[in-house]
């Protein structure tokens, strides 16, 4: 009996140990917010982050429910103080770190900040290897709500240890942080990180480019599409408070509106992390449009949690399809190719299987009404075939109901 009690309360032990490993009910639905590093890179300050919030509530970002302003790499001076605390950079910030996560705090967002495991960060600041603790409580007193992560610097390091480490030390300083892993899916994040942060990346960087790569020599940025195939397979990783992050969002950097609109769509349907990462200051109606559409960002955000799967490819046209709350479902078509593609899809020849999450769309058992999210039109119902021409590189996304 005395054994039986004593094995118990081991296994207690290490379960409560585990799953005490980082704050929880944290990210329950995909974060949602703005990071500076895709447009700003390092040059960033004050100012900018106060115009961002306050162009994020004028262009309707906020009510749409972005929630955090994350300041990435470049925020610190090149060396910590003598005391080896992190140093906000005095000339970006002249009025202190603090004073400006009160204004953001103020304006109802929340508040990120950006570090790395290694010795030093991407642009060579002061990385965390060796302050992990240290740099928790810094964050903590700061009050910021949201850290991402890094990776560089890193040569020896083991990341499974390096970001439980940088978890246990985010929760004993005593604030909820939502904690961002950016290893760049090199590590399988998705293997083992769900007890470790709210989010993990699962590839490298992105760029602005629909499809293909950005080659910098040693390394490259990927483009939407190669990055969206890098999804396959990871879905049974993600759920609330446990993300695959296939990066920030390009939308209005540069790529077509087609494009941009689909790249969104993508993301949602991938239950993916909502980042933007523009100039939120200077978005042309397209871009504010696409960023602001309630219905599709409803489906990322849906409380099931689950991320959509390619269901069949007909002709370069993908069919992605995820199930959502209330028996609904969002589907996806995708037209990957660089000329118009016409669709005739017949409901009732098609069952929609999610053997995963236990879901089935079978329009024979079901009427379906249908809604395209994107010119936010009822179109109908599954009785008939959904016939439609979609331009190159857009997509048409509609969410099919029971009610």
């Known amino acids: 009996m005395m054994k039986n009690k004593l094995l118990f309360a081991v ?28 447009t700003f890179q390092t040059n960033i ?15 309707g970002m906020k009510d749409a429910g972005y929630e955090y302003i994350v300041l990435d790499d ?64 810094f964050y903590a007193n700061l009050g910021i709500d949201y850290l991402k992560f890094d990776w560089c610097s890193s040569d020896g390091l083991n990341a499974k240890e390096s970001y439980t480490t940088m978890s246990k030390a985010l929760k004993k300083a005593g604030r909820p942080i939502v904690f961002s892993l ?15 942060g709210q989010l993990w990346r699962t590839t490298g960087d992105i760029t602005a480019k629909f499809d293909g790569y950005l080659d910098h020599g040693t390394w490259k940025q ?3 599409m190669p990055i969206a195939d890098l999804q396959k397979g990871l879905r049974k990783y993600a759920g609330p408070g446990h993300w695959n992050d296939p990066d920030m969002l390009e939308v209005g950097n540069g790529m077509s509106e ?39 960002i409803a489906i990322d955000q849906d409380k099931e949690g689950i991320e959509g799967f390619i269901y069949k490819i007909q002709d370069s ?16 078509f995708l037209n990957r190719s660089g000329e ?37 039109s009822n179109i109908g119902d599954t009785k008939k075939p959904l016939k439609a021409s979609i331009q190159s590189h857009d997509v048409l996304m509609l969410k099919a109901y029971e009610k």
């Not at 992190?86 to 953001?104: E, Q, R, S, T």
């Not at 899916?185 to 998705?190: A, D, S, T, V, Y």
């Open 258 to 296: 087609n494009e941009d609109r689909a790249h969104f769509s993508l993301w949602c349907m991938l239950a993916a992390p909502l980042i933007a990462g523009n100039d939120v200051r200077k978005m042309s109606e397209a871009t504010k449009n696409i960023l602001t559409n309630k219905e599709v």
């Open 317 to 332: 046209v993908e069919i992605y399809v995820k199930p959502l709350s209330d028996n609904n479902w969002a589907i996806c």
């Open 222 to 224: 990927t483009g939407v």
């Open 74 to 137: 470049g925020w610190m001076t090149m060396e910590r103080d003598s005391a080896g605390n992190l140093v906000p950079d005095p000339k970006k910030f002249p009025h202190g770190m603090k004073a400006l996560i009160d204004y953001v705090h103020s304006k109802g967002f929340k508040f990120g900040l950006y570090n790395c495991a290694g010795t030093k960060t991407c642009a060579g600041y002061p990385g965390t290897r060796g302050y992990e603790y240290q740099d928790a409580r």
């Open 11 to 38: 296994t207690l032990f290490f379960f409560t140990t585990i799953h005490a490993q980082k704050f929880e009910n944290l990210a329950l639905t995909p974060p949602m917010g703005w990071n500076s590093w895709n």
């Open 340 to 376: 118009p593609k016409n669709i005739n899809f017949n409901w009732q020849d098609e069952i929609i299987n999610d053997t995963l999450f236990n879901r089935t769309l079978d329009a024979k058992k079901v009427n379906y009404k249908l809604r395209d999210l994107w010119k936010k």
């Open 182 to 196: 950016c290893e760049w899916g090199q590590n399988k994040p998705w293997e083992w990180a769900e007890n470790v």
């Open 45 to 59: 300050s004050e100012d900018l982050v106060k115009q961002t919030a306050d162009a994020m509530i004028a262009s």
